[in-house]
């Protein structure tokens, strides 16, 4: 069992920067590939992106490439998600989510735990 509780979040301008938190409890976070989602009102969630259980190997989608840092300090259990060049569109309640599944995977059907997620707002 993995409980997930983000931090973080809050209200930025367009261009700036945020870095949201995971925080896990579980004695086996290590054995988890880990994702950031995010869903906007009156959208379907979005894959954002992830990280694999040894923090070798990340992905992202194409709208993040290049602004976004997805990390994981197993030893605290915690994944990160650095956002930078914010826009407006990134506006969104970004959730993190563990999966047993070996690798990356970017379906939210993949995750078997999610947080309660932690609303970003970026104003232009």
């Known amino acids: 069992q993995v409980q997930l509780v983000e931090s973080g979040g809050g209200l930025v301008q367009a261009g700036g920067s945020l870095r949201l938190s995971c925080a896990a409890t579980g004695r086996t976070y290590s054995n988890y590939g880990m994702g950031w989602f995010r869903q906007a009102p009156g959208k379907a969630r979005e894959f954002v992106a992830a990280i694999s259980s040894g923090g070798g190997s990340t992905s992202y989608t194409d709208s993040v490439k290049g602004r976004f840092t997805i990390s994981r300090d197993n030893a605290k259990n915690t994944v990160y998600l650095q956002m930078n060049s914010l826009k407006p569109g990134d506006t969104a309640v970004y959730l993190c989510?563990?999966?047993?599944?070996?690798?990356?995977?970017?379906?939210?059907?993949?995750?078997?735990?999610w947080g309660q997620g932690t609303q970003v707002t970026v104003s232009s």
């Open positions: 989510a563990a999966t047993r599944v070996y690798g990356l995977a970017s379906y939210a059907s993949r995750y078997d735990y």
